[in-house]
């Protein structure tokens, strides 16, 4: 263990580095092509000396990483797994500086995918070379980094693990899991995601004579119904409570929105999309039921609502037990480098946990990693600098003391 820390010492400077031309590739998604940043990965693996990396998916533009490092004798496996493409930049104008041009400024670290999650990326790389050049006693160490995860994954961990290809005792996903204050969480529960539409017909007509004839503005009762929806669904929803999840389900509606024609044209159609973060125990089918329920209350009330609802997404929310050695491990490795424990909770979002959790099998720890998660997908997005060096220790003795307990 000393000759570790003395080599993820000697790291602290490179993974930093490495960490901002990881934040200078343009990993957007969408569009989605992560090839420039998997091969970055790849390389700096390589150069670190860990010669067992491929990528692979299911499109030559939206390639994942898989490398290995394996111990002196056989033992367990522990995965450690970040993303490696961002949410788009969005507004550039809202923004300071260049999204993709990584600035250091009052120990923070500004730069598109700093905190989501081009750090923890890095981190993990260098946590793995740690532990390759000092010497792994026993079990493996796999690094999944994967692609199209801000995309719903399709083409990343739920296609790796459908393909057979995600296999070990354990895995962490490096997720920012500080909302207040980084590192104040470890989230053992990915809560899932609810993704739907509802479309709102009306009269489509010359929108002069409106008031002479019959006529039903579809964005007109379509914002009624939004609003109704805002107030008063999370009531309507069929959900258990959670410890780890107090609030319980969080609903946002109207999260994309668009209706009309032009001018001079009453509107016949709008539709607007919704995004529900579900709980463990919910399932689709009672959330289908749940919204179509509270449709017809709407439209048996309001004779002109004609609304129909279009459910598109479904990602079942996952958990853990506290009891799991990972857990241990990582909050082993947290007081160690941090000097404290994270107190136990549910992601705010979903992640790739599922598709590790569900697919694959494997007991996942859905989110513990550098960053603020209220700055992921935002303008002038950072992170504490010290917490790129921290991550890299965490993660290399959580993994130390997860092979180490497990084969021991």
């Known amino acids: 263990m000393k000759e570790l820390l003395g080599v993820l010492d000697s790291y602290e400077d490179e993974v930093l580095e490495f960490t901002k031309e990881l934040i200078a590739i343009d990993s957007a998604n969408p569009p989605g092509d992560e090839r420039a940043v998997a091969q970055m990965v ?7 000396g860990i010669d067992d990396v491929r990528t692979i998916g299911p499109e030559e533009e939206r390639p994942s990483v898989l490398a290995e490092v394996e111990g002196a004798k056989s033992g367990p496996s522990l995965i450690l797994s970040g993303h490696i493409d961002t949410k788009p930049a969005g507004d550039l104008t809202a923004w300071d500086t260049d999204p993709w041009d990584p600035v250091v400024s009052e120990g923070k670290l500004y730069g598109l995918g700093s905190g989501d999650m081009k750090a923890a990326v890095a981190a993990m790389t260098y946590a793995a070379a740690g532990l390759k050049k000092a010497g792994l006693p026993a079990g493996t160490l796999k690094l999944v980094f994967t692609a199209d995860e801000e995309a719903g994954s399709v083409k990343g961990s739920k296609w790796l693990a459908e393909e057979g290809l995600l296999e070990a005792d354990a895995a962490i996903i490096g997720e920012p899991s500080g909302v207040h204050q980084e590192w104040e969480a470890l989230h053992l529960v990915s809560r899932g995601a609810a993704l739907f539409k509802v479309i709102v017909r009306g009269t489509q ?5 409106t ?3 019959p006529a039903i503005n579809a964005s007109v009762k379509m914002a009624g119904l939004m609003s109704r929806m805002d107030k ?7 959900y258990p409570e959670h410890p780890l999840s107090p609030l319980g389900p969080t609903v946002n509606v109207g999260v994309m929105v668009q209706g009309g024609v032009f001018y001079g044209i009453c509107p016949g159609l709008g539709e607007f999309a919704c995004d529900i973060r579900t709980l463990p125990g919910m399932t689709q089918e009672a959330m289908e039921n749940d919204l179509q329920n509270f449709l017809d209350v709407a439209m048996s009330e309001d004779p002109e609502l004609n609304a129909e609802l279009v459910f598109e997404t479904w990602v079942g929310a996952t958990e853990i037990s506290p009891e799991e050695p990972v857990v241990g491990a990582l909050l082993t490795a947290s007081q160690e480098v941090l000097g404290s424990t994270p107190r136990l909770e549910a992601f705010p979002g979903a992640t790739d946990a599922p598709h590790f959790q569900v697919t694959a099998g494997i007991p996942t720890v859905a989110a513990f990693g550098p960053g603020l998660l209220p700055l992921a997908h935002s303008p002038n997005e950072y992170l504490e600098i010290a917490s790129v060096a921290k991550s890299m220790r965490i993660y290399a003795l959580a993994t130390a003391h997860f092979l180490g307990t497990e084969s021991g």
Do not use: P, W, Y
């Not at 007509?205 to 004579?209: G, K, L, P, V, Y």
């Open 205 to 209: 007509m010359h929108s002069s004579i």
């Open 211 to 213: 008031d002479r004839l």
């Open 42 to 48: 790849v390389d700096r693996l390589r150069d670190l």
């Open 232 to 238: 008063d669904l999370k009531e309507c929803l069929t």
